[in-house]
């Protein structure tokens, strides 16, 4: 057998580019968007992170938001919310624990009201 080594044609290489893949739009578990939801007081839109930069598939960074003063405005607010659920001595460390029960809690929410569980969650933290 003869193998030809040329460099291929330039209109091979057109066809032989791999595809450009899509970014996912970031949905958290997968469900729900954080692009649609809207804080309306305006003095807490610094505090709570929900938009783009801080939208997370699941929320576990495992950042060290504590390190800093004011560092913990760059959590996301929905893992905020599942670190806030890790207290009491038996519970310490059960991030995925925590996880699962935010999971299911939004699950719920999402079922009785029809709306985004982050709009509800962002709407019961400014109240």
Known sequence: REFNMAAPAAEDWEE???PVA????????????????????????DYIAIKEKYSKFVPHSAGRYQKKRFRKSQ??????LS?????????????????RIVKHAFEIIHVLTDQNPIQVLVDAVIN
């Not at 968007?33 to 839109?45: A, E, G, P």
């Not at 670190?83 to 996880?99: E, I, W």
């Open 22 to 45: 899509e970014i996912a739009e970031i949905k958290l578990f997968g469900k729900w968007s954080s692009d649609d939801v809207q804080v309306s007081d305006i003095s807490l839109t």
């Open 75 to 80: 959590c996301p607010i929905v893992e905020r």
């Open 83 to 99: 670190c806030s659920l890790m207290m009491h001595g038996r519970n310490n460390g059960k991030k995925l624990l925590a996880m």
């Open 16 to 18: 032989t580019a791999a």
